[in-house]
Structure formats: C-alpha cells, structure tokens
C-alpha cells in the first residue's frame, strides 16, 4: 500500500489495541503502542532510503529483504526493545505482540498489490504479488480515516470502532480475491482470441469498475487491454523484438535490475546513426498511451554502453534523463 495507508493502519492497529485489557485504561501503554504500531506499519519501507544509491539499487531491492519473514522479526524486535526503553512499565509481551501485528500487516496488504514483495526471502527471491488490490485503495483508505475521526470525537470506544472497521476491511479483502478471480474467468470467455497456451492477467486501478488487462500469448507477445464494467477492450499489442542488442543489454545493471524485478518486460530496440537504444518496458503498467515504467539503454556501434536510465518516466521527460543529442534513424 502506500505511505498514507500504512499510516492510517498503524493509528488503526492502535485503536485496535484497545481490546486487550492491559492496553485499555492505560494511557502510558497506550501511547507506546500507539508508537509501536505507526513505526512497525512503517519500518519495511524503510528501504526507500536505497534511492540515494540510485534508481536500480532502489528497484532491485524495495520490497525485498526488508518485506522477508526474518525481517519482519527483525523489524519487531527492534522496535519493541527501543519503545521499552522509554515505556518501562509497559508489558514487553503485549508491546511486541501489537508491534510484530503492525509489521505483518503492512507486508500482508503489501502482497495483494500489483507491485509485490519478496516475503518469502530466503526460502525464494520470487516477488509475490496477488494483483487484486491497488496500491491506493479509496476503500481502505477512507475507511481507517474515518474510524480514526471517530475516535477522535469519542462517538464510541475505540473497541468498537475498530473491531468493527477490521471485520469489515477482512470482508472486503475475502470479496476482492473471489472477484478477482471470477473476473479473469469472465475475461478468458470474453476473449475471442484466447489459444492454448495463452495466459490472461487482471491488475487493478483505483477504480473498482476498471482494470488492466495482459494478455501473455503462447508466442511470447503481449495484448494489452482494459476491463471496464465487465467489458474487455483490447488497446495494443507488444512484440518483443529479438535483437543481438536486447541480449547484450541484459548484462547492464540498470537493465538487469528492471528484469529481476518484473515478470512482464518487453524490449524494443532502435537503430540509431551511432549505434542503438534499447528499451525495455512493463506492460503491466499503460499510462496515457505510454509504458512509463522502463529501462533504457544507449549503445554505440559496437554494442559498448552510453548512457542509461531505469524507472518511472514519460517520452517527453526521458530525453532529459538521458542525452538529447541522439538523431534516430
């Protein structure tokens, strides 16, 4: 999820708190879980700090080791013990049980999203991503904003006001996965095109009624396309190109950390008059017309690396990320 949400779910595990007695009417513990829940809702996203060593050290490794199960054991005991050092009186049991919740929950939500995590580190460096969930769910969202107002006014104890919120957010969890998958069957019927060997992939948008299609073809290509109000249109068709400079790029680091990370990465390559540009692309991701999500590689003549970028941009920005003195053929 993103940071907001996070947010609002470590308040929300805090109101949560409530229902254990030795927690409730006690305003010191309170406030340490309070602390402990905000900080474990946070803490596996503290790998964002990798960004200051460059987009591909970031893209590589965010949502990875620090979303693994030793991790998050990790991230729970240090939170605890440094909270016990200021909350003394406050039964360590209780704090880390409600800390480790806060940490296991963010990576939990954090698995239904799009962009996936590494949760099963060391056993796998598989990413996990169940694509049912968006990272910004308006739902989730608004739903913890206004129990915590609730709160805020006192129209009821937090007791209530969060049992209630979390039964509803698990439902709603439980009607997200059956929908999902009762949507993709529903894609495979409507798709007149579908062939043996064909697999259908459904990502969601903020929008309940509207999600992105990929189709990835037994022939390697990919169709991609959008399920609006249960009905799929198809808007393009990906081929990857094979290309003596499409394998040489995937030694580069930018590019190979772009192809660690995505599944669903298609190169185009383009001649240039001193050599060739390479792009890889995630399908998973269509923007206005764009694959914003890339990463691109200037060689020359020889197939010896330029320049290079790996991340989040727009045509009209890449050129300034890269050098604009290329002349395309």
Known sequence: MDTGTHLLIGVGLAGLAHLDP?????TTAAVAIMLGTVLGSQAPDADGLLRFRGNAVYIKNHRGTSHSFPALILWSLIITSVISLFFPSVPWLHLGAWVAGAVFFHVFT???NTYGTQAAKPITDKWIAWNIIHIFDPFIFFSHLLAICLWALHVAAPQVIFLTLYIMI???YVWRTIHHYLLEQHTKLQDTDFHVGDRIYLFPTVKMSIWNVVKRRYDGTFVVGELKNNKLHWIDRVACQHHPAVEISKAHPDVKAFLYFSSFACAEVRELDNGYEVRWA????????QYPFIAVLRMDEHYQPQHSYVGWVSDSRLEKKLHPDIIYK
């Open 110 to 112: 954090d698995l239904f």
């Open 22 to 26: 030795v927690i409730a009417g006690n």
């Open 282 to 289: 995630d399908v998973r991701y269509r923007h206005r017309k």
């Open 170 to 172: 698990a439902l709603y």
